[in-house]
Each structure stands twice: as structure tokens, then as C-alpha cells.
């Protein structure tokens, strides 16, 4: 890194961390996000639309929906695989990021827990770009507490009837079916088996869904407020057995909060280029900013921190891929990784004095995007929580 550095030369996400046979996906990714995402970042943060034409361009490039199983119709990535490619997507800009993520979220639950059947007609489309699915599990009352949540799935011959709300959900307007997360029991003194996990095509009677109000970031991805007024779905649409909702999520959850780290990972390796690059070309008492120590001191912490994430990130993806103690592990990497991102930006921010509030920067982007990875998939206290329980 020198005083002529463009960030694309900086290589901050660098293959030598990442297992070789992620290499081609990752740099599949890279070229992906520099010709499709980059360019259009600002003009879709302006406008808070939903990225249409980056979305069919990530589903023909084969770079949406590829965790899906070869078996049906995907590429079958793996976690690292996954990780490496959202790195490099979240680099570019997160909104858009978010919405090629989003294009199958939930999909994991019914390729692993569901049947062949539901594989066939849900889970394939997607795998082939011609459907969307989504993850209907926060609820308006809360967000944070999975056992908690209110919205029902009543038994009815052989239907279920669904009643209830969800909040904030991906693609909640946009998918053709979500998984929902519903409460079929109120055992109290089995929290975690009350509830079941659902495929509910988003054109049911009885299925509402309209976009939450504008966002201060992340703005070419939509969330919905969806709402279930006896919403009836046939009784084959349950994934796996009623009460195994919880332990699902949970374990959906851990591949999830890794992938969350590298969204972190993506937005501080973006901070990261905008400050070294701003602070090499800003002249102050004659001479560029970063020939004061204070300024380099800055720009070193921000480097250490973000190889401190970067490292637990890739060290807890191979121990959630090899099953070990995995829910402590993805905890640790989404806390440090989505940390790291706040941090960083922030003090992106600090330097780039007081262009730092302009709308055409990509620092502010990075800086407003960076404040929802640390909320979204579980609040870092929650995750914390979840480290504190699972040590030792
Ligand atoms: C952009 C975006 C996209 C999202 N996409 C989806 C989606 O597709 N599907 C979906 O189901 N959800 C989605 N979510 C919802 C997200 O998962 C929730 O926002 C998150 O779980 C927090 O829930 P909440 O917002 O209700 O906050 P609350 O649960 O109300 O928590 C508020 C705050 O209280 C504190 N807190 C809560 N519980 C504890 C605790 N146990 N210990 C200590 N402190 C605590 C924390 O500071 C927390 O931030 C999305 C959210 C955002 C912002």
C-alpha cells in the first residue's frame, strides 16, 4: 500500500486465507461485483429501489441462490464458498448485497429438514432464478426472542390456518413463497418446541405483505410488514415435524451469523479503502494527512482490527463447516465482524473530516450500512449471550 493506492489494488480480502477450492468462486464474485454492484451502488442507495436487473444479472451468472444442492438444480456452495463470495459482495455495496442474499434465504431449512416433494416445486425454481423465497421470523412485539414469538399455525382438518404478523421480512412483497416460523404449541415448560416452520406461498388468501417505511440504509434491499388473517396452507407444507421450528432455526442460525461476519468483513474492507485512499490525497498544513502519526496510528488500528475480524471470521466458518461447537463459534465471528465494521467506518468517517456527511461518499454508505449487520440475525448482545453459555 502506498500514497498512489486505488482501492482495488489494496487486496485487503486476500485468497490466503481462503480454502482453495473457494478461490474460483471468490474471484468469480470479485469480477461480478465490479462490473454489476460497484457502478450502480450510489444510484441504488439514491433511489431505495429494488436492484431488478443486478438481481436476473447474479441469477444467470450462477452467484444467487448457489448454496442449493446440486441435487436441486443449485451449485450446492458450501459455508466457505459462501463466505468468500459474500465478502467480496458486501465490499461492493451492502444493499445490493443483501438483496442477492435474500433471494433464498430460508431455503437451507426446507433442502435440509423438507421433503423431496417440497424440494421439487419450492426449492428448485429458485435454484434456477425463476422464484424468490424469503425468512418470515421477527415479529412486530419482537425480534429477539425466538420462543416468544406469537404468530400461529392452527391445525384444521388437513390444513393449517395461519393468524399472526411478521416484520422486517427480506423479500416479504417481493418472494413467491417464504418459510414462516409459527407457533403450533404453548407448552411453557418446553419453550423451545412450540413452534414449526412452514412453506407459505406469498399469493394465499389471507397473506398480506407491504413494504416497511424507507430506510437509512441498505436501501436497495426490502423488508415487509407481513399479515396472516387465516391464511390456510395445505397440511404438506409443514418442514420436517410440528415443535422442531427452534432447533431449525437455531441451526440455520449458525451458518447464517457467519456469513453475517462477512458482511461485516466486507463493509470494513470498504471503510478501510475510502479512509487510506482520502487520507493519501487530503492536504493539510502542507502535507496529505496521513503524514500525521495521529493519522497513521488510525489507519494501523484499523488495519489490525479488521484482520482481527477477518481471521476469527475464517477461523469460526471452518468450525461451523466441520460441526464443532459451532452456534459459540458463528456467535463470536458475527459480533467481532459486524464490530469490526462499525468501528472502522467510524473512524472512515473521523478522517474524511467534513466530507464525511456528504451523500456522494461511499463512506456514509458504509458507515449507515455498517449500524444493521450488528442487529439483523440476532442482536450482538444476543450473540453474546449465546457466547457466554457456550464456552467451556
Ligand atoms: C435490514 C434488516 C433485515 C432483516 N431481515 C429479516 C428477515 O429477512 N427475516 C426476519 O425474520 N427478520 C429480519 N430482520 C429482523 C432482525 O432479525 C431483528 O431486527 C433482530 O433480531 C432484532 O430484533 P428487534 O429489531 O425486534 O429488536 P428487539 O428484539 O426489540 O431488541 C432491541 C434491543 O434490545 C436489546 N436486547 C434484546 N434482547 C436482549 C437480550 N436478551 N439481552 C440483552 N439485550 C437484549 C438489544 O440491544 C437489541 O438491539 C431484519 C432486520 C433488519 C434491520
Known amino acids: 500500500m502506498n500514497g498512489d493506492t486505488n482501492y482495488h489494488d489494496m487486496e485487503l480480502l486476500d485468497d490466503s486465507i481462503v480454502p482453495e477450492h473457494a478461490h474460483e468462486v471468490k474471484a468469480e464474485a470479485r469480477e461480478f461485483a465490479r462490473e454489476h454492484i460497484e457502478p ?112 400461529r399455525a392452527d391445525k384444521d382438518g388437513d390444513e393449517y390456518v395461519l393468524n399472526g404478523e411478521k416484520y422486517w421480512i427480506g423479500n416479504g412483497v417481493e418472494a413467491d413463497w417464504v418459510t414462516v416460523y409459527a407457533r403450533t404449541g404453548d407448552d411453557e415448560n418446553n419453550r423451545y418446541g412450540n413452534h414449526s416452520m412452514f412453506i407459505v406461498p406469498t399469493d394465499t388468501d389471507g397473506y398480506e405483505a407491504e413494504h ?48 453475517v461476519a462477512g458482511h461485516g468483513v466486507g463493509l470494513a474492507a470498504a471503510a478501510i479503502e475510502e479512509a487510506w485512499e482520502f487520507t493519501h490525497g487530503r492536504e493539510e498544513f502542507g502535507r496529505t494527512i496521513n503524514e500525521f502519526q495521529a493519522v497513521q496510528h488510525g ?70 450500512d455498517a449500524r444493521i449487520p450488528v442487529i439483523y440475525e440476532g442482536a450482538n448482545e444476543v450473540q453474546r449471550n449465546l457466547i457466554y453459555k457456550q464456552a467451556g
Open 212 to 259: 416497511i417505511p424507507e430506510k437509512m440504509a441498505m436501501r436497495a434491499s426490502k423488508q415487509a410488514h407481513i399479515t396472516f388473517d387465516d391464511c390456510r396452507i395445505p397440511e404438506e407444507n409443514l418442514i420436517g415435524h410440528e415443535g422442531a421450528g427452534f432447533m431449525m432455526l437455531a441451526d440455520f442460525f449458525n451458518h447464517g451469523r457467519v456469513i
Open 40 to 151: 450502480k451502488a450510489e444510484e441504488y442507495y439514491r433511489a431505495g429501489e429494488y436492484p431488478h436487473e443486478i438481481l436476473e444479472a447474479g441469477q444467470e451468472a450462477n452467484l444467487v441462490a448457489q448454496d442449493i444442492p446440486e441435487k436441486w438444480g443449485g451449485r450446492g456452495l458450501d459455508l466457505p464458498q459462501l463466505l468468500a463470495l459474500t465478502e467480496e459482495f458486501y465490499r461492493a455495496d451492502a444493499g445490493i448485497a443483501l438483496t442477492l442474499q435474500l433471494a433464498s434465504f430460508g431455503c437451507e431449512i426446507t433442502y435440509e429438514y423438507g421433503t423431496d416433494e417440497q424440494c421439487e416445486e419450492y426449492i428448485r425454481p429458485v435454484a434456477a432464478g425463476d422464484q424468490l423465497s424469503g425468512l418470515a421470523v421477527s415479529e412486530p412485539e419482537t425480534g429477539s426472542d425466538l420462543a416468544g414469538m406469537q404468530t
Open 299 to 368: 489507519l494501523s488500528d484499523m488495519l489490525i482490527e479488521f484482520e482481527s475480524a477477518r481471521g476469527l471470521t475464517w477461523r469460526a466458518c471452518e468450525k461451523v463447516h466441520e460441526n464443532q461447537n459451532a452456534g459459540y463459534w458463528a456467535a463470536m465471528a458475527k459480533t467481532k465482524g459486524t464490530e469490526a465494521a462499525v468501528e472502522i467506518s467510524e473512524q472512515g468517517m473521523q478522517f474524511h473530516g467534513g466530507r464525511s456527511i456528504l451523500e456522494e461518499r461511499r463512506i456514509g454508505r458504509v458507515f449507515r
